[in-house]
């Protein structure tokens, strides 16, 4: 026992297909034993899940219900839980002991016996799965035909290669040798019912992952810069650039850039209508066609009217020349509206 906790495992409690030495477990064992993960079951009261580790010891397939270890946290308020991945075995399933472990599913424990009884098993730790290829070998540093690791070729010792890889439950996390760190959310893989197929002896296949409905993901990158991305053909992304001060918003074809370094804001919808703004200046439209540049042209042009209408003169119905209209005044108004108005709009026209 430990503590008041109910950790001892009956004989008849195991498992019920297991044929190994019952006695055996009864011994004194202070070995450390390497195990798959069987099964996942809460303790009588509910609290706590306890987990059954089929364990190799002395030739023989034994099942052991251990506590889970070590986790990074254990205090009152500080904690981590997680739940394994199990190897789901029937009796029509039971494999020999001469089946070798990386074709058999389920997370690979290490296990050791609390005061050296076997019927309190804690799990101390995991191991990689014999079944996968080490990641970060295939990824960035190459090996040697004699087993040592060249970090000479091209491109196997990059800043980029990864030196902390992992995944639980559809979840990726990279950090490589800048510091980078990256989240890909990758979901559940689309065979993983795969892993409930009785053991054959086949290898297990490679995990195969929804590309459409996956790969969405936030990233830190050396200089403190942040990315969040769906990852998609039509990309939608936030994009923070720390080094350059810039904020940037896509979504397909269409942007929004903040310049926090000069106080800019510049928009670009669907690659065709642009806006940008500065602490001073508006532009709104293409290079073809500004709007507060078309609006100060027409003013201008209201502006000529309206001066010349001031002078205007022509022959009148007897012959002779007129005079200046009597609404000049009106017309000299209007021309110094006008000409106020595009003065205010000259002042904050801007470019695309």
């Avoid at 960035?140 to 087993?147: A, E, H, I």
Wanted: charge should be negative.
């Amino acid at each position: 026992m430990i503590g008041n906790r109910d950790y001892i495992v009956r004989d008849t409690s195991i498992s019920k297909y297991n044929e190994g030495s019952w006695g055996a477990l009864s011994f004194k064992n202070m070995a450390i034993r390497i195990g798959i993960v069987q099964a996942i079951v809460p303790n009588r009261d509910g609290t706590e899940h306890r987990y059954l580790v089929e364990v190799e010891d002395t030739g023989t397939k034994r099942p052991v219900l251990c506590v889970r270890g070590f986790s990074k946290f254990g205090g009152r308020f500080n904690y981590e839980e997680y739940l394994t991945q199990v190897y789901k075995r029937t009796k029509n399933s039971s494999p020999s002991i001469d089946v070798q472990q990386d074709v058999i599913p389920g997370d690979m424990a290490v296990v050791a016996y609390v005061n050296g009884e076997a019927r309190e098993g804690i799990i101390i730790g995991f191991l990689g799965h014999p079944g996968r290829k080490e990641r970060i070998l295939q990824t960035g540093l190459k090996s040697k035909v004699d087993g040592t690791v060249d970090v000479n070729v091209t491109g196997g010792n990059s800043e980029e290669t990864p030196t902390y890889i992992s995944e639980f439950n559809g979840v990726e996390t990279i950090i490589n040798r800048l510091g980078e760190y990256k989240v890909t959310f990758k979901g559940q893989p689309t065979n993983l019912k795969k892993l409930d197929d009785p053991v054959t002896g086949a290898p297990i296949p490679d995990p195969v992952y929804d590309t459409v409905k996956g790969s969405s993901f936030f990233q830190f990158e050396e200089d403190g810069s942040y990315t969040l991305s769906d990852n998609s053909a039509n990309e939608q992304k936030l994009k923070i650039d720390k080094t350059n001060k810039k904020i940037t918003i896509t979504g397909g074809k269409t942007s929004l850039e903040i310049d926090t370094a000069s106080d800019k804001f510049d928009v670009n919808v669907g690659g065709k209508m642009k806006i940008k703004m500065t602490s001073s200046t508006v532009g709104i439209g293409t290079s073809a066609v500004e709007l507060l540049a078309q609006v100060s042209d027409h003013l201008q042009e209201l502006i000529d009217a309206m001066k010349a209408l001031q002078q205007e003169t022509h022959i009148g119905n007897l012959g002779y020349p007129t005079g200046v209209p009597d609404n000049a005044a009106a017309f000299a108004e209007v021309e110094a509206a006008a000409s106020a108005t595009k003065s205010k709009v000259d002042s904050i026209k801007g470019s695309v």
